[in-house]
């Protein structure tokens, strides 16, 4: 984490932001339940971070604005597209922004590469199964009519595999980190 | 605290937009009261996020990653999610870089390096003209000699050199007067716009449609062996270092061979090759043809890859060697590629029911991608295409022969963003280049001994061999 009272400079805003395009893209998923949408978004959100008048003096003043101007743009985004979600109340997003801005994050590059590798060893019928819900963009319904199985089933099937990924992941992590490091 | 498997069901439910109205309080409550729920919930939309993004990657290589895009491709918004966001990551480093910047980001775990670039386009010089299509690496530079890597359609340029830097890397430019220019494969172009068109190809190929010139200001362009002179009309080039082949589709090209400064006007529907001390003798296009064999003992001119010569116990081979698409600089491709074209010239039209033998060995056994480049018959950029073959079609250590039936092939995901306008299916037209590649995490040994187009009607194809 920059802790300097120095306004962050150009790469640092760039580095911290890319640092968390994935936790910053979730928390607009969560919104627009979207993945590209939300990828564009926090594309929008990085561009304004270094073309607005806006300063930033540390990563958490960073990050509180970047989580909090991505919300905006993914309710902007849902009400340009006319898509109707029903959010989470504002006070709730605001307590998950907050957990999410946990210091303890490990980088995106680490865990987009364990998140990998953790796929590869996954059966084909799951990975197909992650795909056609998060990046076709399929709802449960239509991915059950797609693989033939009744939509509780799909449930079921994608709870056990995002808490055993998330298994998956964690271990991965802490395997490649040395030992007696603590997260930073 | 933890959350069970109903709890997450309820998470996901909420996710789908599934929720029962009286689902609502006891969700609400479980996030407020929960960490491990709220925990959870951050976990799957960024399981979500990245899955997405992982499969963008797969998609992408395609483009060669473009490789990574191949295959069943169903084209949702996701091609040009994928363009925006390529645009918008082009647009950060641009405006980082101006302000002074040389941002590299290096994963300690996977030691690659992103994003790569490094100086800001100058802006001194007024726009001649825009960059309407790309793919594939290419670097550009501009005034001074800057070096940008990271280009965008709808960029506006100013002059200076385009290289393409592989066998599917494609270049569309568009001047202010409405002709357009491309380069594919491993080319390179240099152009000005100060009153009149000047271009330089130093070699590959390069088609054209262009429009009507002003009296006395043709457009020139300029090869190591011609000098060729266009007041409008649809051609294509393709220059090597002692010879330069003029394709003209309409209008009338002027075409001058540096050596002895002979002139020769080729019409519609002609072609002349201008060497440096060969004939320049001018010919009608031949009628198409609808079979192919490459001859890689010949040499390895306008190959990709590492091509070593036969010996007596094997044939001329052309290796993959190793390529970072631009798309996703996080994977490393293994390709190898090389050009469609016969010693005569003739048009390859591939036909429905055709189909490409690729003749070669692997070390691991891995999928093998392969792709064409086609153009329609007027020379114009109609699309790439590729088809896979699984793994378990090829044995570790073991040489193979591969069909790919061009039924099988999809529009290559790296030209998504451009499907309107290309061709669906590469039924028809005519194909100039072709490349293969394996996308395994490290070297496979992928190396071709032959690629063979076989004609789906024998009576349709043709005895005659081609050359690289």
Redesign the interface.
Known sequence: MVQTQMPMSESQILQTLMNWRSRVSAAVWIVVRDAHAAEDIFQNVALKALTKDVTFDNDASLLSWAFITARREGLDWLHRHRREVVSLRAELLEILERDWQSPSHTSDESRLGALETCLEATPEDSRRLLKLRYFDGLACQEVATKLGINLDTIYKRLSRLHESLRQCIEGKLATAKPPGVAAQ | MNVN?SQ??LL????????QPEE?KPL?EL??SN?AA???????????????????MAAGSCEVVAGDHFITV?A???RN??L??QL??S??VI??LV?G???Q?V?A??QVAMPSVIYPPPVSDPPVARITGLSGPLIWRGDGGHVVSELSIGTELAGGTIEGMAPDSLFELAFHDGSSVMIAGVSMLTFSDLGQKELRLNGGNLSASVAPQPEGKPMLIHTRSAAIRVLGTRFEIDAELDSTALHVSEGTVEVRRLSDGRTVDVPAKHRVVATVDGGMQLEPTLDAVHDWKSQLQFGPENTYGKWTPASSESPATLKAIPFVPKENTSVTLHMLGLAVKRADNAPIVVLPGSRFVVRGRLTTATDVYFGIWVVRPNGEFAGKFRCRRLATNFRDESQFEAVFPLDEFGLDPCVWDRKDELASKPDGLVVTGAWSFTHAGGPTGLEITEVELISPDPVLGSTKVGSQ
Do not use: C, N
């Not at chain 2, 996901?12 to 929720?19: E, F, P, Q, S, V």
């Not at chain 2, 919930?41 to 963008?56: G, H, N």
């Open positions: 498997d997450r069901q996901l439910k909420y996710l789908d937009g599934h929720l609502e609400h996030l407020e960490v709220r925990d959870f919930l951050r976990e799957i939309a960024e399981q979500a996020v990245m899955v997405a993004d992982i499969e963008r169903d949702r918004p996701v999610t994928w925006r966001r918008a990551l647009a950060i405006v980082a302000s910047l040389i941002y980001h994963s775990d996977r």
